[in-house]
T-cell receptor, first 114, second 115 residues
Framework: DAKTTQPPSMDCAEGRAANLPCNHSTISGNEYVYWYRQIHSQGPQYIIHGLKNNETNEMASLIITEDRKSSTLILPHATLRDTAVYYCIVRVASIMEYGNKLVFGAGTILRVKS | EPEVTQTPSHQVTQMGQEVILRCVPISNHLYFYWYRQILGQKVEFLVSFYNNEISEKSEIFDDQFSVERPDGSNFTLKIRSTKLEDSAMYFC?????????????FGPGTRLTVL
């Protein structure tokens, strides 16, 4: 699995958009970008994933650069409950050939402040 | 919305004792996983399980650990003789097993404290 680089921490004002960057310069063509978050010591929560195109769901948007070497997770209107550690993970698509574990880094601690 | 459940939420045990952590994966999922997180450290992969056998395991998953799917719904992690360093949060996850993007969904975790 390709390595990712994330800033260790970020602050965001409540109600504003939180933009969390991730570098994955060695990503391969068959690797997806996944985002999870972990609030306190709860189980990691899936947020969104993408391959090439930008993606949006009810939680967030994922913007992937054209060369796929970096991406940004956007929480459009951050709330205090979005305070968490956010993990950017790249992972091959095919389970059968390559295995299926997730490799977590240290992530980005996002602090949403009122 | 279906979710992964885990029991107990907190387990306290004495060093050397056996513990069994239980998980109920999402019902139509085919792949099952265990991860652990020692306090203040990263989430680490332990093992994945598919078609009633281990498909991948990490170096952490030594002979003291075993996994089982004893029936159609439960997935268990057994630690035969617990050590102090086994104290951690243990997370179960499951995924459908679709080709392409296959998203893992995590349970709330079991906090294991070994005294």
């Amino acid at each position: 699995d390709a390595k990712t680089t994330q800033p260790p921490s970020m602050d965001c004002a409540e109600g504003r958009a939180a933009n969390l960057p991730c570098n994955h310069s060695t990503i391969s063509g068959n690797e997806y970008v996944y985002w999870y978050r972990q609030i306190h010591s709860q189980g990691p929560q899936y947020i969104i994933h993408g391959l090439k195109n930008n993606e949006t769901n009810e939680m967030a948007s994922l913007i992937i650069t054209e060369d796929r070497k970096s991406s940004t997770l956007i929480l459009p209107h951050a709330t205090l409950r979005d305070t968490a550690v956010y993990y950017c993970i790249v992972r091959v698509a095919s389970i059968m050939e390559y295995g299926n574990k997730l490799v977590f880094g240290a992530g980005t601690i996002l602090r949403v402040k009122s | 919305e279906p979710e992964v459940t885990q029991t107990p939420s907190h387990q306290v045990t004495q060093m050397g004792q056996e513990v069994i952590l239980r998980c109920v994966p999402i019902s139509n999922h085919l792949y099952f996983y265990w991860y652990r997180q020692i306090l203040g450290q990263k989430v680490e992969f332990l093992v994945s399980f598919y078609n009633n056998e281990i498909s991948e395991k990490s170096e952490i998953f030594d002979d003291q650990f075993s996994v089982e799917r004893p029936d159609g719904s439960n997935f268990t992690l057994k630690i035969r003789s617990t050590k102090l360093e086994d104290s951690a949060m243990y997370f179960c996850a499951s995924s459908h097993g679709l080709a392409g993007a296959d998203t893992q969904y995590f349970g709330p975790g079991t906090r294991l404290t070994v005294l």
